[in-house]
Structure formats: C-alpha cells, structure tokens
C-alpha cells in the first residue's frame, strides 16, 4: 500500500513537468511532421535540413527528460504518456489524466 501511495504522490508531483514536456514533444513532432512534408516535396536548402536537424534533436532530448522522471510516450500512440502508475493523453486542446493504476 505505501509503494502505490509513494508512486502516486511522485506522479501527482512530477504532473506539471510532466505536462510541460509533453506538450514540447506535441509541437515539435507537429514541425518535424511540416517539415518531413516539405522536403517530400523536394524542397531542399541548409536552412530546412539544419532545423528538420534541430528539431529531431529537441524531440530526442525531450524524450530523455520524460525517461529520467519515468516516463515514456508510447510506441503505438504518440499522444500517451505513460508510466510511474499513470497514463495521460495529450490532444490540441488539454492534458487529461486518463488512468492511474494500482496495485
């Protein structure tokens, strides 16, 4: 019982970073995705590759952030937050706690 309470106070903790990231990872996969179409397209030049660059950086750093708070965005769907007892979704609009699991 005390590891589940301890794991849901570090969730609840950790939320509003937590949010904070993830909404980064929401935009910046949306530019990397603008800018994955425009190079489909043929548009070529340093400054679209150097951001595509950048921006593929960022995500990955993100990425690392919400792994050293336990958390991870799921293979399946980009817009679940998962772990540490809790699920969240991202959507355009808001971040909602989905499900927190317990033991």
């Given at each position: 019982?005390?590891?589940?309470?301890?794991?849901?106070?570090?969730?609840?903790?950790?939320?509003p970073l937590v949010r904070a990231i993830s909404l980064e990872v929401r935009e910046r996969t949306a530019r990397i995705e603008q800018?994955?179409?425009?190079?489909?397209?043929?548009e070529r030049?340093?400054?679209i590759e150097s951001e595509f660059s950048l921006q593929k950086r960022e995500l990955r750093s993100c990425e690392r952030e919400l792994g050293r708070l336990g958390y991870g965005i799921d293979a399946d769907d980009p817009h679940l937050i998962?772990?540490?007892g809790s699920s969240f979704r991202i959507d355009d609009t808001q971040f909602l706690k989905i499900a927190s699991l317990r033991n």
């Open positions: 019982m005390t590891q589940t309470l301890n794991v849901q106070v570090d969730a609840d903790r950790t939320l800018l994955e179409a425009r190079l489909v397209r043929g030049g340093a400054r998962v772990g540490r």
